[in-house]
């Protein structure tokens, strides 16, 4: 398959109306690394450090976390990588941690929660980042943030972790972005200065739709009972697009959704212009958005929601159909 996209690798998502949306794969192994070359995304948008940490049957040292991110960092060349901090608990536990019987593990005790109440592993985390870009740029970003003061109190343990690590005579990153991910319905509602304050921002649409519509995304039952293009959720999106453009903060999305070519228009004729994917989706979602009109999609998504569909699919289909 990513041999029939070849002849557009290295060529822009650039749409009829010459819009660019960038394209980044999504990646947690080392064994992903490969792909950021023959995919052609310009980055790795989302680093699922928490697959490293599933693998063992212990809590890996500070210097092996080093030595991983560090590995990932040279396979990358100087393109970007998005390290996501650890988003563990709950469901995802890790066999040497005690598990935590947790009646909603979804709603639990997970991710930047335990990251801010038990900060021994992020910490270590975080100074392994840094250790491990010795002098280069470095981007962090914090799962499953609902609300601004998780997001304050997480870029303070970056703050402390930098001057330790200075202390200590590390050389520190030549940048360092950090930035959260839009999972919850609640921090899309967060005050105008959470979006002024934040260095970037990344839509797991995972999560956000499975809050969102209250569906469990690992309940077979229930968990393709809504469309992502209902109009509810595209609003909802919509509205975090122009958060964003008003406070010129960069956006992105990384759920599986920005890989499903007719999700990814839609994402990017309500406005978004960077999507993370899984690196064999690249090929499909560029082809698609090379051919396409984003401001007719745009015009059909309008028209839908003024008729009142409940999804934006079947009208976006039959443009599509009618396009050949
Ligand atoms: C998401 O929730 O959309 C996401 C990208 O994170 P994960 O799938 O790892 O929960
Ligand atoms: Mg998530």
């Known amino acids: 398959a990513q041999q029939r996209y070849a002849s557009i690798r290295d060529k822009p998502a650039e749409t009829l109306d010459g819009q660019t949306v960038a394209l980044h794969m999504n990646a947690g ?21 928490e697959l490293q940490f599933l693998v063992r049957n212990k809590m890996p040292k500070r210097s092996e ?31 040497y941690m005690k598990p935590n019987d947790e009646p909603n593990p979804a709603l639990g005790w997970r991710a930047i929660r335990v990251g801010l109440d038990k900060p021994g592993v992020m910490r270590m985390q975080l100074q392994a980042l840094i250790r491990a870009a010795d002098g280069r740029p470095l981007t962090v970003m914090f799962p499953f943030v609902a609300q601004f003061e998780e997001y304050r ?11 330790r690590e200075k202390r200590l005579g590390h050389r520190l990153p030549e940048n360092i972005e950090i930035g959260a991910m839009l ?18 921002l990344s839509i797991g649409g995972n999560d956000l739709k ?44 990384c759920g599986e959704d920005a890989g499903r070519p007719i999700e990814a228009l839609c994402l990017a004729a309500i406005g978004l212009r960077s999507l993370s994917m899984r690196p064999a989706s690249i090929g499909p979602v560029k082809s698609l958005l090379r051919r396409a009109d984003l401001g007719e999609v745009r015009k059909i998504i309008s028209d ?3 008729r009142g569909d409940q ?13 050949g």
Not at 311 to 323: E, N, T, W
């Open 29 to 49: 192994l080392m064994a992903d690394l490969p792909s950021l070359e023959s995919s052609g995304a310009e980055g790795v948008g989302l680093f699922r450090t």
């Open 65 to 95: 976390l080093v030595a991983l991110y560090a590995r990932v960092l040279d396979a990358a060349h100087g393109k970007r990588v998005i390290f996501r901090t650890l988003d563990i608990g709950s469901d995802k536990v890790l066999p």
């Open 153 to 163: 109190a997480a870029r303070a343990e970056v703050d402390k972790t930098i001057a």
């Open 183 to 200: 999972e919850t319905p609640s921090l899309a509602f967060a005050p105008q200065k959470f979006f002024d304050e934040v260095g970037f």
């Open 210 to 253: 499975q809050f969102f519509f209250a569906a469990d995304r690992e309940n077979e039952r229930v968990r393709r009972r809504y469309d992502t293009l209902n109009v509810s959720f595209l609003s909802l999106i919509e509205q975090i697009v122009e958060r964003c453009d008003r406070s010129g903060t960069p956006l992105s999305f």
């Open 304 to 306: 839908a929601r003024h």
């Open 311 to 323: 999804s934006v699919r079947p009208a976006v289909m039959d443009y599509l159909r009618d396009q």
